[in-house]
């Protein structure tokens, strides 16, 4: 996998990798840097047949702020418009997840 500019993987142990979101500074608010990581990452984790399980976390005092809409990118999204394509990013861990797992996943925001 490739450096990541806001996300931090990690394999601690096999068959685990940790995916960090790396911006504590902003909370790790979602920027379009970071939307760009996710979905390289995920998909690299996704096509790794040893790995089987993924934890989120994020660095600092908290998981996630939501988007980042000072340091968006180009175009900050529409108020009606998804700025995470949440069925994209669930599509690349479809490989290893399960419904037991996904409800879960859901309550995170994505």
Known sequence: M???ETLSVQTPHAGVVVLQLNRPERLNAINHVMV???KETLGAVSADTS???VV???AGRGFCSG???RDFGP???EATAP???ADELRGDLDDFTDQEVRDPFEGTGL
């Open 67 to 69: 988007i980042d809409m």
């Open 75 to 77: 175009a900050i999204p």
């Open 51 to 53: 790995v089987h399980a």
């Open 56 to 58: 989120i976390t994020g």
């Open 36 to 38: 760009g990581e996710l």
């Open 83 to 85: 700025a995470i394509d």
């Open 2 to 4: 490739t450096v990541n």
